[in-house]
């Protein structure tokens, strides 16, 4: 009676492993499509200019302030950032638009898959490109930006500047060992 338990077990387990693929199978196709939105060939042609500045049709302007010389990030990469943000531009009006206006309003180190639409676009079309060691400023426009729906204290359709350091990129198709560093930050 032990082999017919041991096959269910096994049916059942098998039925589980489907299910699993199944789920990220369908997940896999998200960020694929994800994936070809945010890094459309119109916006990487821009980002390969070899210009230190760099206007992009959607009012994103890349400054690089200093190039870099290790692995490109690319969409589907793990990329850790270095940052510093501000409030560029806002209305005035805004009440707390003067008190924000040209301050550090957050800073840190940002782990997030490149074009996964785990950051906001102008962030994710800004490093798209970046090689380890680059340093780059983004002036991201509002509708690249948080918009109309901003976090608290933020001002509506505030223009952000970011000030980055590529530090790392993984890319899926590197060694497991090289993927286990970094998903443990130590890429």
């Known amino acids: ?8 077990w096994a049916v059942v387990v098998s039925f589980i492993a489907f299910l699993v693929a199944a789920v990220n199978a369908r997940d896999i196709a998200r960020s694929q499509a994800k994936i070809k939105e945010a890094t459309r060939p119109e916006v990487l042609a821009d ?21 870099g010389n290790g692995e490109e990030a690319q969409a589907g990469d793990k990329v850790r950032v270095q940052y510093s943000e501000y409030i560029e531009s806002c209305d005035e009006k805004e009440a707390n638009c003067k008190l924000l206006l040209n301050q ?73 060992l090289k993927s286990l560093m970094c998903s443990l930050g130590l890429s």
Do not use: W
């Not at 009676?1 to 269910?8: G, I, K, L, N, S």
């Open 1 to 8: 009676q032990a082999v017919p338990d041991m096959r269910r």
């Open 47 to 67: 980002i390969k200019s070899d210009s230190s500045s760099i206007k992009l049709s959607n009012g994103l302007v890349i400054d690089v302030e200093k190039t």
């Open 104 to 176: 550090k309003i957050n800073s840190g180190v940002l782990d997030s898959e490149l074009g996964a639409g785990q950051m906001l676009k102008g962030l994710e079309q800004g490093i798209a490109g970046m090689k380890v060691g680059e340093q780059r400023i983004l002036h991201v426009p509002p509708a690249l930006g948080f918009g109309i729906n901003p976090p608290s204290p933020l001002p509506v359709n505030c223009g952000l500047k970011y000030k980055l350091q590529l530090v790392s990129v993984c890319s899926p198709h590197d060694s497991f």
